[in-house]
């Protein structure tokens, strides 16, 4: 009788480690699919049922969404602590951390759970936040800690169940790989890349079993015709650049707090000034005559499908309201409130273009004001063509990002993610020595 030799043996330990990695990926991606289909549909159950009660009492949110705002902000101070916000730099600080605490403090299935259930709880009060940048970090969370069962917990797990949120929340799986590589690593890793892309994959399809194959904004075949309407891309480019770099710059700014009488006020009451917050996008709500609450993702892609210009000052309100849901420090993203102001703002710009194809415009606009943003360009150029289906589309997006990117850079230097994430780097705790 023969026994394996050591190299035999160690061959097999490899294999083996390599197989359960890939296993990890896997699950994970169906895991993390199956939670952003969860979180979708909550999520519309979630504003329905807010959209009911403002239609019977048009004044209801001048108290619900203030008290909704405060509660929110108490419940994650006080048990989930790192899921404010939409949780896209709480990933990205995760990656660059080294110390499993410091990372499990970022991304966890406690972290998870606020994040969902915070995110529901505000779209029930009427704030303007969205359901996918949540999606990001409860998928990072979901990878995390099903890394545990493998023997080397990387980054790459982190990184892969960001991508995959992102692919199952929009059902854009192009745009969650190019979101790995462009937003979350900024670099592209051989090593990991193919495992991402099974964890894409995996989320995606349970995505399609669960709801069917769909396009987040419907089917779009519009395109700009020759000639004058090409002006549109420069004007949308730096509109929604510019307009996105200021939106960034505040909530940087908001984050790192001031050294003045209100910003020691605002660190030392978080809850009062949630309050405050509320009662603001409660007061644009009311003057949007209740357009701006929620995502504002039926008020977009209503107005695509239809060829129909929004309200002239929807853009103006969704921004506010955005601001006020982003600042006050309670759960919730951005992807989808950014796009809903980048359609208002093309809808006030293709005025200026007779003729011209309305929704053009206003995909022009979208990918414009979330470039400005994120400053992710490819990110953004591509999310927009999948979520509504137009390849003809492709090259005027494309540019239009770039140009917005650049803008924005005149106004906020930073990426918005990026720049939020040192901030939890800085503060995380120091890692602690190996034993030895």
């Given at each position: ?100 605490t ?16 915070l ?10 936040v ?28 982190i ?156 853009s ?45 415009i ?34 005027p ?20 993610y990026h ?18």
């Amino acid at each position: 009788m023969t026994f394996p030799s050591n190299r035999q043996r160690r061959l097999v330990r490899i294999v083996s480690a390599r197989w359960q990695r890939r296993a990890i990926f896997l699950l994970g991606g169906i895991a993390v699919g199956a939670a952003a289909v969860a979180l979708a549909q909550l999520a519309d159950l979630a504003q329905i049922a807010f959209s009911a009660l403002v239609s019977h009492f048009r004044y209801a949110s001048l108290l619900l969404t203030p008290a909704g705002f405060a509660l929110s902000v108490f419940l994650t101070n006080r048990f989930f602590q790192n899921a404010q916000g939409s949780g896209i730099p709480q990933a990205i600080a995760a990656r660059h951390l080294t110390d499993q605490t410091a990372r499990e403090n970022l991304v966890s299935l406690r972290v998870a759970a606020g994040k969902i259930l915070l995110t529901l709880f505000g779209l029930l009060c009427g704030a303007s936040v969205g359901r996918e940048g949540p999606t990001v970090q409860i998928g990072a969370s979901i990878m995390f800690a099903l890394g545990r069962f493998s023997p080397r917990r990387q980054p790459g797990l982190i990184l892969a169940g960001a991508a995959a949120g992102v692919a199952a929340a929009f059902n854009t799986p192009l745009a969650g790989i190019v979101f790995g590589i462009e937003e979350m690593s900024r670099a592209f890793e051989t090593r990991t890349s193919s495992l991402i892309i099974g964890a894409v994959i995996a989320a995606g399809l349970t995505s399609l079993a669960l709801m069917g194959n769909y396009t987040y904004f419907g089917t779009s075949a519009t395109g700009l015709r020759n000639g004058a309407d090409w002006l549109a891309i420069p004007l949308c480019g730096v509109a929604g650049g510019l307009a996105g770099g200021l939106f960034s710059r505040i909530l940087i700014a908001m984050a790192r707090g001031f050294a003045n009488p209100a910003g020691r006020a605002i660190k030392r009451y978080p809850i009062g000034f949630a309050a405050i917050c509320g009662l603001a996008a409660a007061i644009c709500g009311i003057a949007s005559d209740g357009a701006i609450y929620g995502t504002g993702y039926q008020q977009v892609k209503s107005a695509l499908e239809a060829g129909s210009q929004l309200p002239a000052s929807f853009s103006m309100w969704k921004f506010l309201a955005t601001t006020f849901a982003s600042i006050s420090g309670m759960p919730g993203g951005i992807f989808a409130p950014s796009l809903a102001v980048g359609a208002g703002l093309g809808s006030n710009i293709a005025p200026l273009f007779h003729g011209a194809p309305l929704p053009a415009i206003m995909l022009l606009g979208m990918v414009s004001y979330f470039a400005g943003v994120v400053q992710a360009p490819i990110t953004a150029f591509v999310i927009v063509t999948e979520m509504t289906d137009n390849h003809a589309m492709v090259v005027p997006l494309m540019a239009a990002a770039l140009i917005a990117h650049a803008s924005s850079r005149l106004i906020c230097k930073e990426g918005v993610y990026h720049a939020l994430a040192k901030g939890f780097i800085d503060r995380a705790p120091p890692a602690q020595p190996k034993s030895v």
